[in-house]
């Protein structure tokens, strides 16, 4: 069994992670750390794991830093306060805040407000895609876990971009439920305002436009701009991206099915012969996919994914599965709600 | 046309008064207050109002006092400390807060946590329910604008009461939109928590139990005990009261429907030839009123009010119209949105 | 005071039309007609209307035909049946069904599946979104009512058109509540399916599709191509349109404002100055329409409208009072509910 | 392995089996009958079982009925026609439908509306709530899986009406989410009518009322008196119970504690220690149980189960470990979503 710790474990995706981590047949939680409840049972915060989580919050991780793999899952900022240290113990990280996606220091700057504060292991961190980024990700001892907007929509796209299928603007408009937004109550997902609403929020400004920017281009050299514009929707768990695309080139419905099913052939987590469904992924890592055409070469991309799971905690185990040299799928194997 | 002033008006049922008045045509809002937001245009808060209510917030009402009428929409707590002023100006007063409704300051105490500091004006005020204590409303300087929940419950049980038909306890279980917690934020009003959720709260402690209690036990001498639980359902507007009693005596379906009709003969604003719908009064200051046997005698009975209308705005113009020697209806006829 | 008809009037559409015009200071409703419910109270399909609208379906219009106004609302394909004959009666009509929006019969069939039977008054009748085309409308004695996506997505859109300021395309996405898709229950309305999801239907082949190009076409001469996605999102009432144009010439945050408070300077019921939100219009006939920038030339722009009143029954009021002389705005000049 | 069928597997309850088995350890699901869609793969008809079960909708099960356990999901009415001969063959029946549940043949006639055509095994079938009914469940063929609501209702109230503690009536006020109400569209669940509503059904006369009663009584020889009214909320899955109760002796908050924890002292699926939270069980085998004083007697229990798992499927895969020998948790060893 290998041994893990969550640093910042009070959240939704701390919360999520154990609730992933406890059934784990080779990973086995042995920390859990928050600042906010030192020494309180974690089942006290996250109730919905009484019986499978009975370890208590400790402040910070054992001093003797036996871990094989460190979850952090602090807000951006804290993060790459306390990687540095980690890293030094030789430890396998994976960092589920925003800290080391972007992997220009300036570009972090002008979207996060704040200076990056660790360079060094910005450069030598792995964006976490797994269906993407696989090899390089089974190398690395740093993994950022991607964005949950940036996760649901790059998978939707890079084939068509891996293809050069796309002609310069790419549209993401995206729908996500409120869980998304975290634990702290806000003006944004207060019920009166938001449940019976459709709330496009940071139009223009969200950060994950040049993450989602920064992936695309990793694939295709940077031929395309990235328009991005977040929704909130009453629902809790799940996000759906329909993304718009130009085909740079003629292509029929069935060229494009042979471009995602061959894209992803053997990806366990991507259903490409789908409609996608938002309760067909809730509760599960997987991300649907679907399209249509919408006349002259337009190409509607459609994609599901549970945020907590795929779009972030699902993932980070996903990532840490290969990083520990795990069979991807282990923990993960198991299907979305449905209904 | 009568002079009226808002104080406190930047919360939600503060918008509310402010929507229905923008509309009504004998009486025309001079000041809205707002300790927050003095100078700030109301249609800045309320967007919904722009090119309907174009002043300002004022932080206090003008020195000459000239209303007819002021609505006080501040906490509890805070009326009582305003209140008596305007009243020493002849002014008549319609209060939304808890401070005037229960006539016991004990009770108000053991409830409410603090002590009344305005015991005199107290006494005299009324407590608003137009459709039970008109007579008696026509004649205050000060009305206590009864609960949303209070509202609910007391219209659905009234008829039996009056009957002497229930017999010892009564059960109301009540559901609620969110709209109902107010403009402020919390843990209990965040979509991820109330979203997909339905919570009871204050099991056993909610304020509204002994207003229910005093409302009933001013129409049958306090023969029946209320038990309240009220819960937070996933929609933004509405009320659904399930009232349980018992009957004291045996009566048919059509028997209750005679009391019910009897009761409610000439209020405009009660339904009871109705399966109560919550749109079906959302948008509007109507009541529906139905009911179902259970077996033995016992009777379900079912209400709706929308929570910032009749339980709450649109009974506080109610009530004004009738202190004003107004038709009571004025200004609030219209049906609710249906869909 | 005119005297007006509702062919069709058991559906939302027709209940939200006797909603309104219940409450109409200058039109008297005096028949509804369903095929469905002859003699029955208008008030057992509508309860919500019970005490406003106390008539019963009529199985057809009455043979004086001495209307002033119908309103159409049956589906398309019933409509071109009836209303030729009303329009021989020389009574002004405005349809509420498809029926005479798409001007060119050939678009008509390809889209709506079936032959257009009456290519006559389908030639004069006027497409009617007054804030555009309010000098043919107040001459027409046929107005089509807009489709609720179409109406949001060109008010809009229609200034930046209007200015030649769109380049090639524009992308529509929409979010609409379900009580656009009507009274009968199906798959995709069910709430096990709905009412946690986010759902894009007919993805590329919507009939909305060339409504909204032919209504910008109209403007511009056919300059851009629409792309036109809508979803399902799980709230009752209300649209979100999320529009994106890439410009074709350089303007500033401040230009575009200025081309949009110059457009709509006297149009009562669009706020140009507005964060858009659904609470804010529903229940009213209000469109509110915001935009913001997202790199190069992109520009986002959100329109918000209530699908049942700006969206359907309430601009099927205002272009009646249009055709009647009677000033745009009357029996329509309330507030959304905000909350 | 255990060799498993499920009878009548397209319904959400089917799915839901099928999603729970396919991840069973001890049980093998080898046929899925579907009347409607023989031949078809199961992952289309629930496409989120896709990779997970792969076989296709047999017409009926195989005529060799090899099978250790069959799951019957087909409507009542349907389920007695073909468990008869299952049973026959020596295979055990877990029956999802309500035909086994309510012993009395009569009861059944009245409140199903047809006569019972199989009181021989009616007789013999144990009544499913492997908490209550443990040693039973173990040794029977034919074991009828409770209700929903009777399940929610019943696990809050056994120990108080085992200890004697309940006087008289019980009122059940019970609110479900809508996917209690199966997969076919109808009025009620269609969302412009549910979607921002909370709509008591079936008052006074729903099924469920005879089989808690049952179910109480079995404990207590019929001291009390069940009054149940369900409501449907604008959520999918989950219910809530809030049943209310009046004690027949003194006790306090620590003493009817004592009884709920010494009731469920090893009953892995039942959490005392608990605010009853919908989230916190959705996804999981679960109920959990809070209750709270409302003054003089009054006691207000809370009780939450997924209705799809510990109302449906769950419960019936872990009374089928139960009758085949397995560990009672084998299969259901998951958490809740909590969020």
């Known amino acids: 069994m290998a041994k893990a710790a969550i640093v910042g474990g009070s959240g939704f995706t701390g919360g999520e992670l154990a609730r992933i981590l406890c059934r784990h047949p080779k990973i086995s939680l042995s920390t859990i750390t928050s600042r906010q409840h030192p020494g309180v049972k974690v089942s006290k915060v996250h109730p919905y794991l009484q019986g499978f989580v009975d370890i208590r919050f400790d402040e910070k ?47 972090y700057r002008k979207w996060y407000g704040i200076d990056h504060k660790d360079p060094k292991n910005l450069l030598t961190s792995t964006y976490g895609i797994p269906e993407l980024f696989k090899n390089d990700i089974v190398e690395s001892q740093l993994v950022a876990n991607p964005g949950c907007y ?21 549209i993401v408009d995206a729908k996500s439920g409120t869980s998304g937004a975290g634990m702290e109550p806000t003006k944004l997902t207060h019920h009166p305002n938001c449940g019976a609403n459709v709330i496009p929020y940071k139009v223009g400004s969200h ?10 281009d990793m694939m295709s050299g940077g031929a395309s701009e ?26 029929s419905h069935d060229d494009l099915y042979s471009v995602y099913e061959k894209y992803y052939a053997d990806k366990r987590f991507v259903r490409v012969d789908a409609v996608p469904s938002i309760p ?34 699902g993932q980070a185990v996903q990532n840490a599965n290969l990083m520990l040299g795990l069979e991807e799928s282990t923990g993960l194997d198991f299907p979305g709600l449905g209904v």
Request: with cysteine; glycine share 8%; net charge negative.
């Open 61 to 107: 991780l054992n001093g003797r830093m036996d871990y094989d793999i460190v979850f952090v899952a602090t807000p951006y900022g804290a993060s790459m306060d306390v990687i540095p240290d980690i890293l030094k113990n030789g430890i396998k990280v994976v960092d589920l805040s925003g800290d080391y996606r972007l992997k220009d220091p300036n570009i």
């Open 150 to 170: 940036p996760t649901c929509a790059v998978l939707a796209l890079a084939p068509l971009v891996a293809e050069g299928l796309i002609e310069s603007r790419v």
């Open 207 to 216: 950060r994950h436009t040049p993450e989602i920017q920064m992936a695309l």
């Open 226 to 251: 990235v328009v991005f514009t977040p929704h909130l929707v009453p629902i809790v768990r799940g996000i759906l991206c329909t993304s718009y695309v130009h085909l740079a080139k003629s292509a």
């Open 280 to 313: 067909s992924v809730v509760g599960s890592n997987y991300c649907e996919i679907g399209y249509e055409f919408a006349g002259n070469g337009n190409v509607v991309v459609m994609s599901t994914v549970d945020n907590l799971v795929k779009g972030g905690a």
